[in-house]
Nanobody
């Protein structure tokens, strides 16, 4: 069984920084992409940043230049460094992974989500 475990959310003042971490664990053969989405109250879930395996990281326009997504392939982990945070960045942040899971003698390509971590930017 595959799990995504997030950490690092919290309350920060405008202009501050936070670092989110996400680790994928379980019967994983390979990861096709891994990244973060967020959902603010009353809004749809939206892409923040995603790191395709072997490709360039994709960022939402609203976070370009402020957020940086990095990863550790050996640990099946991604990290989101968030700088110059704004009140409009307030949301629940969800880790997302598209990966090949090992299911007995078979493999299955599926999307997995973490439970989410709250980020609140407020003075």
């Amino acid at each position: 069984q595959v799990q995504l475990v997030e950490s690092g959310g919290g309350l920060v003042q405008p202009g501050g920084s936070l670092r989110l971490s996400c680790v994928a664990s379980g019967s994983i053969k390979s990861i096709s992409s891994m990244g973060w989405y967020r959902q603010a109250p009353g809004k749809q879930r939206e892409l923040v940043a995603v790191r395709p395996s072997g490709g360039s990281t994709i960022y939402a326009d609203s976070v370009k230049g402020r957020f940086t997504l990095s990863g550790d392939n050996a640990k099946n982990a991604v990290y989101l460094q968030m700088n110059s945070l704004k009140p409009e960045d307030t949301a629940v942040y969800y880790c997302n992974a598209l990966l090949w899971a090992i299911l007995g003698a078979q493999q299955s390509l599926d999307t997995y989500w973490g439970r989410g971590t709250q980020v609140t930017v407020s003075s």
